[in-house]
């Protein structure tokens, strides 16, 4: 009865998230242009015009909007897509059997090879072993996607083609046209091929479509398995740590009853969470993927709609996008709360919770049978939100007036990004050096009596790297790279009449033909190359490979560090006072966060720059930030509800220590080791989102020397054998990923507890 009262518990909580994310969407489409673009043609006359703006609601307020776009989303009428010439639900319906078939074997694949990777490496701790698969899965999560996908696109149709041209291996579409429609054609039912073949009975078709499936299905699964083999392994290596496994040992059961009765099923547990997540994230993934196999999906229809500025197809993939990863998100806590025991079912909903799942029910509800009343109700329930909020706010500033600091704190927040984003942070970041070193002059007397077990402390982390090869790995790739973007004047030398560096100038003259200059290497003279040439190749559009990736260096490190700094800043702090205070503060900010969690990153990221239609590197470090705050908002959050019930967090309380005192100087410091860890993975990670934003085609100039975009240009021109085109530069953004996750993988042990002996 409880699982029940649970299961009922967390539906209701997706309605106010799923209500979240149409206001999201529908703010995207006011700054999408003329919403009447799909329905007008050059033969429409101004009254007709009117008619249909009449119809759709275009000359109402906004809020009245609002709610014919909403009645429109219950109703599922989702528009019409001008890319595909059809309404957006068809369309839905087709391209989505496509995408569910590459993920559905993509995530098999991962599961059945990730889980005994992550079993075996537990197993076979601090071993080879065991560092080979944590490489092997850190490269998974380093390795851009896009990259992955050409690396295997060039494999099999040139390399494996000249040993073994008999296998004439598919690397793009769905199927083979001519054997499916003319040759031997079958009726195609579901848009599953895999059923349909079956059904039909056909080996043939059967096989043809396997075929087409698994160099796009590995790509997808890579990604996916290096995550879940890290939480395994983890998760494994806490269970095993446990009482009942020692109990299990001194009863001399042997080491793969251990490991397989007892061991991996609890393990499994925690794994289920991030299983449900990573199927949800395969929407990332698809989006790339299907771009470069041409695989006709939800994810190639999206870039081509964004591209098109297409607009109901873009609010239409974004809506579907959180719809698909709320209820992924879902079924995975029903069925982590059915599997373990441990989870607590009776637990009460608040009355702010009971609220607003009231109020969105309530609210869908007349939307679906009038949108005047659910005007009428949207109003009331808006004012009286606004009332009641500024109600309590005022009632507890004026009952505890020292919690001023919290509009300061909000205040002192928007300044901070601001100055990060405006480009006056490394001055503001000067100045406040210079107190601080004035502050450690000032008490000198004081520090140097803390100087030697912080002295020790660093001779452990010395020592823990030094024994960790991984972690040394890591910091070496972290300090090349960014050497290479310090020195890059150096390196690689703009020309005298060059105006900004950061842009690649061409090299070619567009009357010659545009060919690819191969690599050079040791020798950049005579037939090789240009003079002083180039030593990596050229693209086609006679961008310098090697200054690229010199010089997009400077644009990786710069967009990391701004987004991962602000982001972190505004996660720690927002995390920190919700966890800190819970209750309402907590409701709310925590329904904030799960509507933008909910929008699958890369969609929601792509999604504003093509609304915006502002390729710029600023727009693009601004969406970044808005899809990369949620999540590790939420990290923060939770250990400030662990630290908040800890005995000297009740202690600080009874000595009068103020909230603010006690945030600063006890909460955040001690949420420091996940925000070290998280940030430094994020440094990567970053790079990685910037980059696939750059090979779609929407990031920064088409000159802006960025490494995603250097990729891009040479995808066209693999089947020509020229491979050093997008293979350069893209084996730099996976060596910068991988290098800050290794670090930060090894940051994690060395600030483990539990690792210290």
């Known amino acids: 009865m409880k699982l029940w009262i649970y299961v009922a518990r967390r539906l209701a909580l997706t309605i106010p998230v799923l209500l979240g994310v149409t206001i999201i969407t529908f703010y995207l489409s006011y700054g999408m242009g003329d919403p009447l673009a799909a329905y007008v043609t050059e033969r429409t006359t101004d ?82 072993e065991d560092h080979s698969i944590r490489l092997f899965a850190l490269a998974g999560s380093a390795i851009p996607i896009f990259w992955f996908a050409l690396v295997l696109q060039y494999f099999f149709a040139v390399t494996l083609d000249v040993y073994f041209p008999e296998l004439n291996w598919p690397i793009t579409s769905r199927f083979d046209e001519v054997l499916w429609e003319i040759k031997d054609p079958i009726d195609m039912n579901t848009n599953f091929l895999l059923f349909d073949a079956i059904a039909a009975g056909s080996w043939i078709h059967f096989k043809d479509a396997l075929k087409h499936m698994i160099l796009p299905a590995t790509v997808l699964a890579y990604s996916s398995m290096a995550t879940i083999i890290r939480l395994m392994r983890g ?109 607590e079912l009776s637990g009460h909903s608040s009355t702010a919770e009971i609220v607003i799942v009231s109020l969105s029910i309530l609210l869908l509800v007349t939307t679906y049978f009038s949108v005047d009343y659910a005007v009428v109700l949207g109003v009331i329930i808006l004012v009286s939100l606004i009332s009641f909020s500024l109600y309590f706010m005022g009632v507890r500033f004026w009952k505890n007036p020292e919690d001023l600091w919290l509009l300061l704190l909000s205040l002192g927040t928007l300044f901070v990004v601001w100055s990060i984003l405006s480009g006056f942070f490394m001055t503001i970041l000067m100045i ?43 910091l070496f790739l972290v300090i090349s790279l960014i050497s290479v973007a310090f020195f890059a004047p150096w390196l690689a ?17 567009f009357n ?168 430094t993975m994020d440094m990567g990670g970053i790079v990685l989102s910037l980059a696939a934003l750059g090979f779609l085609g929407f990031g920064g100039g088409p000159d802006l020397a960025e490494w995603g975009k250097l990729v891009s240009f040479g995808q066209d021109n693999i089947l020509l054998g020229q491979w050093w085109s997008f293979f350069f530069p893209g084996l730099v953004i996976a060596l910068w990923a991988l290098g800050f996750y290794l670090l930060g993988d090894g940051i994690r042990d060395i600030l483990d507890p539990k690792q210290r002996n």
Not at 110 to 118: D, E, K, Q, S
Not at 328 to 335: R, S, T
Request: net charge negative; charged share 20%.
């Open 432 to 474: 406040l050096a210079i107190f601080y070193l004035g502050y450690l002059a000032y008490n000198w007397n004081d520090l140097k009596d803390s100087l030697t077990p912080k002295f020790d402390e660093f001779k452990r982390t010395l020592y823990q790297i030094r024994k960790n090869p991984l972690t040394m790995l890591g």
């Open 512 to 679: 010659q033909p545009r060919n690819f200059q191969p690599p050079c290497y040791f020798s950049c003279t005579a037939d090789s190359g240009e003079v002083d040439g180039y030593i990596l190749g050229s693209t086609d559009r006679g961008y310098d490979i090697y200054y690229g990736i010199v010089w997009g260096s400077r644009t990786s490190l710069d967009v990391a560090v701004k987004v991962v700094f602000t982001g972190t800043f505004i996660a720690v702090v927002i995390g920190a006072v919700s966890g800190y205070y819970g209750g309402r503060v907590d409701d709310i900010v925590m329904r904030i966060t799960d509507v933008f969690i909910a929008i699958p990153g890369l969609v929601l990221a792509l999604a504003i720059i093509a609304v915006t239609e502002d390729t710029s590197i600023e727009m693009l470090m601004y969406a970044l930030i808005i899809v990369g705050w949620p999540g590790f908002t939420r990290i923060i959050r939770a250990e400030a509800l662990r630290i908040r019930k800890l005995p000297y967090i009740e202690a600080a309380k009874a000595s009068g220590a103020s909230d603010f005192r006690i945030i600063f100087k006890h909460v955040i410091p001690n949420c420091i080791t996940s925000v070290i860890v998280i940030a």
């Open 235 to 343: 998760n494994m290596l806490d269970v095993l740590g446990q009482d009942y496994i020692r109990t299990a040992k001194s009863k001399g059961l042997s080491e793969s009853q251990i490991t397989y009765k007892h061991g991996a099923p609890n393990a499994m547990i925690p794994t289920v969470t991030l299983l449900g997540m990573g199927f949800a994230g395969l929407i990332n993934g698809s989006v790339l993927t299907e771009t470069i196999f041409t695989w006709p999906g939800l994810g190639a229809w999206a870039i081509t709609a964004m591209r098109s500025l297409d607009v109901s197809a873009i609010l239409a993939y974004t809506l579907f996008s959180a719809f698909l990863y709320i209820i992924a998100n879902l079924i995975v806590d029903i069925l982590y709360a059915f599997l373990d025991p441990r989870v």
């Open 47 to 128: 009254e007709q015009y009117e008619m249909l703006a009449e119809k759709h609601g275009i000359n109402e307020p906004i809020y009245v909007q609002y709610f014919t776009y909403l009645k429109s989303v219950i109703t599922f009428d989702w528009g019409y897509s001008e890319v595909l010439n059809e309404d957006v639900s068809d369309a839905l319906r087709y391209r989505f059997a496509a995408t569910l078939e590459l993920s559905i074997l993509a995530f098999i694949f991962a599961v059945a090879t990730a889980i005994p990777l992550g079993i075996f490496s537990s197993i076979r701790q601090n071993r080879w």
């Open 493 to 509: 030398p703009p020309s005298e009449n060059q105006r900004d560096p950061m842009r690649m100038e061409e090299h070619f003259s």
